[in-house]
Structure formats: C-alpha cells, structure tokens
C-alpha cells in the first residue's frame, strides 16, 4: 500500500489535532487574530480618487508636486443666508478677524470679501482705465485748456483755437469724465457690494476659507469644524438677525461628505451584507449553533484580510471600502460545503464527531482550495492591472479567498467537536431538520426534469440572442460619462454640492472649479496662456475646452507707460488751469481729490495687494507662476465628455521654447481614470478568462467534461451581457469588476455540478440537483446576498456594482443549476430511448 501523501499526512494532523485538543486549537487561533484585528482597526480609508490612479502617473505625481506648492490645500466656504443685508455684513465683518486668528495651522487665510482690493483699484483707478478712454480724456482736457487759454488771452479770437464746443472745466465735468473712463474697464471686484461677496438680492454672503487642513484628514477636518462652529457660535448669526441661517460648502466640505458616505456605508453595507449571508445559511441548516460557528469562522476571516490589508497594502480606498460583504458572501462558501459534509455524515451516515470531523477533512479540503484557487484567479485577473483601484480590489479579495478557506480549516472544525461534547446534535433522526435537507434544490432538479428540452432550446437560443446584444453593448461604448449616476445619492437638497452651485454664481467658477497649472519660471506664464488660447480658438463653437485663462498678469493694467504720459499731462494741465482761474476754487476742492498723486509709477506683480494676489501665490510666497483654467459657461463638469475635453486642453502644452507644461488636478485625475479603465478592461477580462480556461481545462484534464462546464459558463454570460445591454449599464471605475469576477465564480458551479455527474456516471441526475445542486444554490446564494448588501450603498458606482455583479452571479448560477441538468435529463432520456447506456462526462 502506497505511503499517503504529504498533503493527506498534514490534514490527518491537522484533524487529529482538532478532534482530540480543540481548546488548543482555538486559543492558537485566537491568538494570531488579535494582531490581526489590531491592524484590522487601524486600517485608513483614502476616498482621494487620485488614489485609484498608479503612484508613476504623470497626472498624479504632476497633482501632487503642485499640491506642496500651493498655500492652500483645500476651500471651506461658509454662506449665510438671511433677509438683513447689513446683520449678513456684520456677520462678515466680526467672523472673518476669529477665523483668521486660528492660526496658520489651521487657517491658511480668509477670503471675506474684496473691501481692500477695492481700495488698491480707486487709488489706481486710472491705470486700469481703458488707454483710448485716457486718451479720449486727454485730448478733451487739453482741447479745452488750449481753448480756454487762448479766449483769455484774446487768441481765440484769431481763429487759431475754435473748439468753442469743448465742455468747460468745472467740478461736474472733471468727475463725470473721470468716471467714465475709469467704469469703461472696471475691474471685477466693483461688481461686490460695499466690497462683500453678496448675492441673491443681498440675502446671501459667502467667505472663503482657504485652510492646509485636507478634508480626507479625519481627526484634523473634525477639529476644523469645531474651531468655525465655536467661532460662528460666538459671533452668534441669529442675534443679527433671527432669520440666518449657516452653510458650508467648498472642496474641503465635499471631500469630508465623501469621506463619511464611505465610511458610513462601510458599516451599513458590510453589516447588511454580513447579516443577510448568515441568515440564508441559518435558513437552510436551520442550527443556530451552526450559525454562530460559520459567523465566528467568518469573522476571524476578515479580521484576518484585512488585518493583512493594513500590512501589505497599508488602506482601503473607494473601490476596495466595499469588500467586506463581497468576501463575507465569497469567503463563507467554504465553510457551507464543510459543514454540509459534516452534518451528512452525521446524519445520514450515523459517523460520531470525530469520524464525521475526519470524513468533511477528507471529502472537502481538495474541492474547497480548488473553488478558493478559481475565486483567487478571478480576482488575481484584476491585480495585473495598472489601475489601483482593479490592482487593490484584486489583491485584497484575493488574499481573502485564501485567508477565509484557512479560517475556515482552523476554526471550524474545533468548535464543532466542542459543541458537540456540550450538547450533541441528531439525538433525534428523525427530526423536522432532517427532512428539510436539500430544499433549494428541489424545484431546479423538478423543472430540469420536467422541461427539460424545452429549458435547454430556450437557454441555447437565449444566448445567442444574448450573444448578439452583448456585441452591440460592447461596440456602441459602454463607459459611464454622467458623473452624477456614481456620485453619492442625498435627500437633503440642501447639501454641500447644491450650495456650491449657488456659490458659483456670487463668487465665481474659478475659486471653486478653475485648475491650477503651475510653471516653472515667471517667464513661461505669457507664452503658456497664448497656446491655450489657441488652441481654445482653434476649436469649433461646440467643442471648447475652457472659458478662459486667467494668470496674474490679467491683474496688472495694460500700456502703463503711455497712460502714464497721458494722465501726467492730464493733471497738469488741470492744475495749470485752476492757477489760471480757468477753474474756480470752489470746483478745485471737489476735483483735486479726484487726480491721482503724483509722480505715477507703474505696477508691478509685487504691488498687488496680498487678497487680489493670492490665487497666484504659493506656498513660500512665489507670485505669478500659477495660472488657472476656467471651464466653459454651460458645461458640467459632472460631464466626462466635457472633462477629457477640457483635460486635454491643459495636459501638456507645448510652448514656442520647446519646454513643456504640464497640467494636473481634478479633470485630469477623472479623465485618467476614465483612460484606465479603457486600458485595462480588456487586460483584466482576457487574464480572468484565460486563467478560468486552464483551470477548468486542468480540472477535467481536457476531457469532454471541460467544454461542457465552458459552454454552461458561456451560456451564463452571454445572458449576463444581455442584461447589461437591456438595462443599459453603463460601466465605471468600479462596476466594471463585476465582469472578471463573474468568469471565475460563476465556472465554480458548473463545475460542481459536473463533478458530480461524473461521479454518478450519468445516474442519479434528480439526486445530483437536489443536494449538489441545492449546496450550489445556497454558495451562489450567499455570493448574491453580499453583492446585494451593496445595493443600500447611496454611492450609485457601489450599488451599480452590486447589481451587476448578482446579476453575473444568478445568470452563471441558472446555467449551471437548470440549462445543464436540463441537458443531462435530454441526453439520457435519448439514451434510454435508443437502447444505450448511460453517458459519462469523463471521456
């Protein structure tokens, strides 16, 4: 007799181990998950979409290197609303200084308005005017100074000067003509009320407050909020007027809103998922000590995952926040197809526990690791990927295959031999329990009997229909371009991202949308805003990419030296005329406050004033490198069409020196994103479904039985694509997994099922449904019920996920459960009817 081998000598140690020292085994379990559930609850979560991105990303490493630039991390904008305009000022006027003396840590500056911008502009009013305004003032100053002069001296009536028809110098003249000039190219802070960012008629006032404190930073965004909530409580909105109310809004707001929606549906969907897969199996085993058993193996599992999740990979991120019920709904199978050995032997077989124990070790390690193995391929597909997002939900749930079939191994067997020496279980053979046993296998096993040509016509026409549809859901583009469909869903109409619009419209899109390119010298600024201007010129009316660049140039008046010329000439001929007595005294006292001081000097980037400034100023102080891109009126930036638009225009840019600009943030980041997943679509789908084929393949050793169990797999996605095409998925960063994983999953069940009619040669098929088919069931069941747990999620991206992801599930699982015992039931029939022998799967 042959020595067993090394394989079947460890899982003979193993349950001899656990039959005869389970405490012993427990408490060694026990003690290598406390450091996992340790860095289990250390685990971060980074909701950046920058993190799905691969860290060698031109766009990401170009983020990140403007990002230590800039002074500001991120905007918190605090709006009030009211009825009293002045109580909204006053509000302003006593926040804004306690803001500010928060400190640097916390408080990078307070954007309150434009009062001292407002200052700077009338002090130089008449360099920002219009040069042909000045010179229009000019000529008509110095028209009628020459004519007023040459009718005193009697010159006048020589013919030499006639412009009679100028208008005289008076104090009504002076101002009005100053006024025009100047108001022809006012700048945009005129357009604020008294120097407040107001709007709606005067019952809304916004403050920016540009802090380094990111809004994904937990500990640090909530100390944040308290500070300005403490702050606002002092100043005490409704003592100024009953009727005000406050709001925030701002990047930094949106991003802690992401933040706890996905911290918030970690729990809610892990918990509904966790509960929904243990009810289903408490539901067919119908023990509550078996529950508590596969819920405790289960648990140690994830704890395990991602315990080894903070090791390796270090956080979670938006796409693998969600794995919890995913691997909940995948890991606990291998403990069904155990317990479901275990409790036969038990009870149909009259084994005691230490027979049954040893039998469920013998009978299930191999199918088990093989199914884990088939899962792991199906995830490991997505870890070849470059997109993070794939390359992390691959590892992880791969990782978690594996770690939850070892929790199961570990864990599963001891408590059982315990409960038992507690209080046995089967006292009673004939209980109602054990006339339960195969229930959801019952009405497939019915159903493939009774129509059985019929399902097999109708799943093979099905899927070629479906086979067709699927190509047209393929080539017509299937990504998602509405960002609004995987955004999170809120009731609250007065969220954050309702308020910003509202903002937009008081402070403008720049401050909230604008990206921000960053050069490297002061030089390339100019010649980098002419190529994108180009290149927005060049393109059709439809198809423009920005609204405008703005850099710290379109801040400094244009021609100062000849306005400069002109206005010197200007006043002194003013004031030559008031020596004169051409202009009386009294208008000398309301003109002269008017003219600008004299000697003129042009402005520089140094004397902006630090609030007009800022938007161009960097960390250590730099002005005018940055310069910002704002979208177009009218388009969304919810909109990926618009935003690859609007992406391209600014990624790279050429200038006439030959160096290259590049440009990064939240356009480029999404398009990239968008890019990744066109890229590494086809990667992840051929691996997954290469890696299913040679598993498959080897399983049956190339035998008829492989193509049978490919063709039921085949049959399954081809419908799956149907529905795809029928509900119009569209596909995203996220969803897009469920198509890999579907390959590796769903081939599992045909090939359980097909294993087992190889074993009963062909015979048996009602028998093989019932309680093969009914375990499968109950596996895929659990499987949907974790992808479902996803649906409750109100980010639309995770629960698009869900839905596909059960669909592929229920689609593999029908195949496999009904259209191929429906063949076995057609084939034998024809058999029997022709006088052959049964047919087996193994030739």
Partial sequence: MPAPSFHRRLVDWLSERQIHRPWLVMLVVVLLTVPMAWAASGLGLKTDFAELLPDNRMSVIEMRRVGKLLSSASTLTIVAEGQDTEALKKFVDAAGPKIRALGPEWVGSVDDGVRDTQDYLEKNKFLYAPHDEIKKLHDEVLSRYDYEVGKATGMGDLGLDDDESAEPLTAESVKRRIKEAEEKNRPAADKYPGGYYLGENGHTIVMLVRTPVEGGSVEASAELRRKIDQVIAEVGPTKLDPTMKIGFTGDFITSVEEYDGVKNDLTHVGAWGVAMVLAVVLIFFLRLRVLLAMAVTIAIGLLWTFGATRMTVGHLNSSTGFLVSIIAGNGINFGIIYMARYLEGRRAQHYDVAKAIRVAHEDTWLSTLAASGAAMVAYGSLAVTDFRGFKHFGFIGGMGMILCWIATYAMLPPILVVSERIAPMFTNPASWRSRTRGIYGFAFAWAAEKASRPIVLLGVAGALACGFLSYRYVVRDPMEYDFHNIRNERKDESSARVLSTRVDKIVGRMGQDGMAVMTDRLDQVLPLKAELNKRKDAAPADKKPFEKVVSIHDLIPDRQAEKISLIEEIVDRIQRAHDKKIISEADWKEIEPQLPSMPLKQIGIADLPEKMARAF???????????????????????????????????????????????????????????SVRDDAPKAIAVSLLGTILVVLLAFRFRRGSWLVLGTLLLGLAWFGGFLYWRDVKLNFLNFVAVPITFGIGADYAVNMLRRFRIEQGVNIRQVVIETGGAVVLCSLTTVLGYSALMFSMNQAIVSFGVAAAVGELTTLLAAVLVLPAGMFWRSRYRAAHGLPPASTRS
């Fill in 617 to 675: 100023t960097e960390a250590d102080g730099t002005r005018g490198r940055i310069v910002y891109i704002v979208p177009k009126e009218g388009r969304s930036i919810w909109d990926a069409h618009y935003l690859e638009l609007w992406a391209d225009s600014f990624r790279e840019v050429k200038l006439p020196s030959g160096e290259v600009i590049r440009g990064s943030g939240r356009a480029v980041i999404f398009a990239d994103m968008i890019q």
